[in-house]
């Protein structure tokens, strides 16, 4: 059963990208030679052929380079994380084995995945420091970027000034320019007295204290890393209607109430995008220890390309599951937040219904 | 009387405090001077954070040997030198290296843009089955890590034997959407396309324009913003990039001669140094032993086509950003 799962049925995963792809294309033929064959006879084309048509024409190059880079690639690693592939002289797919007594080939499925656990004693720990980190950092970067993009939003002098600064990072902080920054220790702020801090630190345990002072040894680095955090925001910002802001100003509402009822509400969606955006951006920089780890695995001897692979499918369950924690915190919960009666009454009134509390207050309208 | 003046005076009195706290605190139509300031002390100080690491570097690259040993010359140095910039063109063989960056960035940027523009028109405008199915794919290629995928395209490459140390893997990929964060270029321009009202481009196609002159001459022309930020962030990701561009030149395996970048030269750069100067053989006595300060002026000059790229482009890529809608909705 084993063998023949191995044998027959895995290696099918990597022709499904191109066998799609095949499907489209043949599809799309079809549907270009109907659509022909009508003008010939000279019939208008139906509308939906047409877009179909010109659809598939203006995202046809992409559609090739998905299925033939992105699609099979992610099918060729999932399928290699299974085997036991090397990558020294040339290529060779060797099957995975191990031999029982009797000398029959074993298919041990998970082997790779496995072996991580053996041979990487650092990875489950590393893993976890990430995680921390990554929790402790995107609260840090969400919020400044915020705070710079309100700022740089409101008025004030020599604006472009200090967004052509705020822009910098975007153009320089990346891998061998910030390794020989941090190399040259500039990647903490010189003024915040390091002292106050590993002083309060100490008496946490170190699980938790760790990450901290990491955090503020790196804080340059992780303020860098929030340029397009600030341009997200701020085209955000942009986008909230100023009627909205007229009209809480004229009810009075000071500026304190209209950032939080009013600011942060519409910029929800952005500060999901973004905190999604930097968690992307961390899991995959390289300036992160795991990619470190996988990259320098690839090309280990007693490693090799399939137990990258399978680190590689670790690490992307962890991401994947940060990410989905990321995004249930700040997703918007629609039902339950409306308190606002009125706007609750026009989404109840979608539904057929209007609640009662509004019709009494139409009617006392009417009657006044 | 007196006491109604005496009154007129504490009215006054009021009044001028009154106006003394609106001004300091602010009203809900103006910010106070203290917030202004608050503001503004923030907006410096982070600017200055900003800014240190690029003026450390440049201050760094100026200075002597002897500055650097001196604790008294942290900021300015004593005497300017131009050398570390000699000796650190000599190591990254600069003027050659800048060309061949320059072809390895361009090229694939120019393809980057023309062919992500287009993709994010077809997912804008037209409706067509299997269309939520490709935008999913989309979004998974954002959200999966480079290096799931990384792995088997160095693969297929080398086995077309394309990683050959020229531009081909990279105008292979932009041209076919899949270079560097592509994904995020095809986002923007799909959420800009989204925004050309419909109505101009149906108009064209009712003059009868075609639906691909429609969308050079109606949505390109459109769309300028979103080129640009796409174009300078592209440029930027092409130039810093240094994993995947070691692996599209074939980097450990084939890897013979051929185009480099200077980001991968400014990784080598020790190295580079020693053997360009000779400097291990004598290492102890030798005057000529790597220093901060030439490191400094070789990072400088890596990222001073991007410096000077950004501050010509700055002020449309400043008022781009604000009409780009960068965002995804």
Known sequence: MGNWLYEKVLPLLEYVPYVLLGCVCAALIAALIYALVRRSQKKPVQRFIRDTLWGYFFIFPWLVGICIFFLSGVADSLLYSFYNLKLDNGLQLIPLTGEDAMGNTVYTPLANYISVFNKELNYPVTLANFAVSLILQLPVIIAFSLIIALMLNGKIRGRGFFRTVFFLPVIIATGPVMNQLTAQGVSSVPMVSQNVITSVLAGMPEFISTPISDLFSQLILILWNSGIQILIFLAGLQKVPTAMYEAAKIDGASGWETFWKITLPTLRSMILLNSIYTVVTLATGSTNPIIDLIYNATYAVTKGYSYAAAMTWMYTVIVAILLLITFLIIREKKEKKSKDIWRRDVESAKRGMQSKKVRKLLERGKAA | ?329
């Open chain 2, 1 to 329: 009387m007196s006491i109604t003046d005496m009154e007129l005076k504490e009215k006054a009195k009021a009044i001028r405090k009154e106006k003394f706290k609106k001004r300091m605190l602010g009203s809900a139509d103006k910010r106070g001077l203290m917030m202004s300031l608050v503001v503004y002390v923030l907006l410096v100080t982070i600017a200055f954070i900003y800014l240190y690491p690029v003026l450390y570097m440049f201050s760094r690259s100026l200075m002597t040997r002897s500055d650097l040993l001196d604790a008294s010359a942290k900021w300015l140095p004593s005497q300017i030198t131009g050398k570390n910039y000699q000796d650190a063109i000599l190591t990254l063989d600069y003027w050659n290296s800048l060309w061949k960056n320059l072809v390895l960035a361009l090229v694939p940027t120019v393809c980057q843009v023309f062919i992500c523009s287009m993709v994010g028109y077809g997912f804008a405008r037209y409706k067509f089955p299997l269309k939520g199915f490709w935008m999913a794919v989309l979004i998974l290629a954002f959200l999966l890590p480079t290096q799931v995928t990384s792995l088997p395209n160095y693969l297929t490459f080398s086995r077309l034997k394309l990683a050959d140390g020229t531009v081909k893997p990279f105008v292979i990929t932009a041209v076919l959407g899949q270079g560097f964060k592509s994904v995020l270029c095809v986002l923007i321009f799909y959420n800009f396309h989204r925004q050309t009202p419909q109505s101009l481009v149906e108009a064209a196609e009712i003059d009868g324009a075609g639906h691909f002159k429609a969308y050079w001459r109606i949505a390109v022309p459109l769309c300028t913003a979103a080129i640009v930020v796409v174009t300078l962030f592209s440029f930027v990701w092409y130039w810093n990039e240094t994993t995947l561009v070691r692996e599209y030149l074939g980097y450990g395996h084939t890897r013979a001669k051929g185009l480099t970048t200077l980001m991968i030269e400014l990784q080598k750069f020790e190295d580079s140094y020693n053997t360009t100067f000779d400097a291990r053989a004598s290492s102890v006595t030798s005057t000529n032993k790597i220093n901060d300060a030439i490191r400094m002026a070789g990072t400088m000059l890596a990222i001073a086509p991007l410096l000077i790229l950004y501050f010509v482009l700055q002020k449309q890529f400043v008022e781009s950003v604000d009409r780009a809608g960068i965002t995804g909705e």
